[in-house]
């Protein structure tokens, strides 16, 4: 079953910088939009940043000008730099791709990475 493998996160410092990965656990026909999510305890999960099916990057308001994504089409993979990481980013953070198989091409599939979890402190 195609999944997605998250790497990266951990613990950091403020200020330092937080590199987080994504990689499709098979080969499949294609990926769609992907992106990276975050969650605070008790709160909904919001979206980071993202690459639209178009090329285009989005970022939240909080991150721009700090984060940074990307994507290695042969590799299925999607990454996330985020800068000047703050104390209150202390979050799980969620890899997010639609993912079009082999076997049923003009169909995806929205999967989300296991979360990895990323703690800041001094």
């Known amino acids: 079953q195609v999944r997605l493998v998250e790497s990266g996160g951990g613990l950091a410092l403020p200020g330092g910088t937080l590199r987080l990965s994504c990689t499709v656990s098979?080969?499949?026909?294609?990926?769609?939009?992907v992106g990276w999510y975050r969650q605070y305890p008790g709160k909904e999960r919001e979206s980071v940043a993202i690459?639209?099916?178009?090329?285009?990057?989005v970022y939240a308001d909080s991150v721009k000008g700090r984060a940074t994504i990307s994507r290695d089409n042969a590799k299925n993979s999607v990454y996330l730099q985020l800068d000047r990481l703050m104390a209150e980013e202390m979050a799980v953070y969620y890899c997010?791709?639609?993912?079009?198989?082999?076997?049923?091409?003009?169909?995806?599939?929205?999967?989300w990475g296991q979360g990895t979890a990323v703690t800041v402190f001094s």
């Open positions: 690459i639209t099916r178009t090329g285009s990057k």
């Open positions: 098979e080969n499949v026909f294609k990926v769609g939009r």
């Open positions: 997010n791709q639609e993912i079009y198989s082999y076997k049923v091409r003009y169909v995806y599939v929205e999967l």
